[in-house]
C-alpha cells in the first residue's frame, strides 16, 4: 500500500516561516564579522570542501545540529550556549530554515535563515574561505 504524505515541503515551509525570519545577504554581509553574531553553516561536509564556506562560520551537519545544540548531550557545542544571534545557511536557504526552526524549537534564540543561501552569497560577492 502506498503512503499518503499528510505534510509536504511547503507546509513545512510555511510552519517554518513562522518562527523563523529570513537575514538578507547585504545585511549578513555587514554582520558576518560581527561578534554578536554565529554563522551556522549545515551543509554536507563534501558540499563544504568543495565549495568554502563563509569566513569564520561554525560547521554543523544537518544530521547532527540537534546532537551539539542540546546540552545535556555528550556532543554538545558551547558554541551554542551563547548569548548571540544564530545566522544558518545552505546551499539554497531551505536546510537551512528547517535548521533554524529546529534550533527554535529547542529554546536556541534569536535565529536567522539565511536568504539564498550559500550559493547567493557567492553570486554576491560574498568573502568565501577554503
Known amino acids: 500500500m502506498p503512503q499518503t504524505i499528510t505534510k509536504g515541503i511547503k507546509a513545512l515551509e510555511e510552519e517554518a516561516y513562522r518562527v523563523v525570519d529570513d537575514i538578507s545577504i547585504a545585511e549578513a554581509k555587514a554582520l ?3 561578534d554578536n553574531y554565529v554563522f551556522v553553516d549545515v551543509r554536507e ?8 564556506v563563509i569566513p569564520g562560520a561554525f560547521t554543523c551537519p544537518r544530521g547532527m545540529l540537534e546532537f551539539l545544540i542540546d546540552s545535556a548531550c555528550p556532543f554538545h557545542n558551547k558554541i551554542f550556549n551563547q548569548d548571540k544571534t544564530y545566522v544558518f545557511y545552505c546551499a539554497r536557504g531551505l536546510r537551512s530554515l528547517y535548521a533554524a526552526k529546529t534550533a527554535a524549537d529547542m529554546g536556541l534564540t534569536p535565529v536567522k535563515n539565511l536568504a539564498g543561501g550559500f550559493a547567493e552569497w557567492v553570486e554576491s560577492g560574498g568573502a568565501v574561505e577554503s
Do not use: S
Request: aromatic letters at 10%; a negative charge.
Open 32 to 34: 558576518f564579522n560581527d
Open 45 to 52: 561536509a563534501e558540499e563544504r570542501q568543495t565549495l568554502g
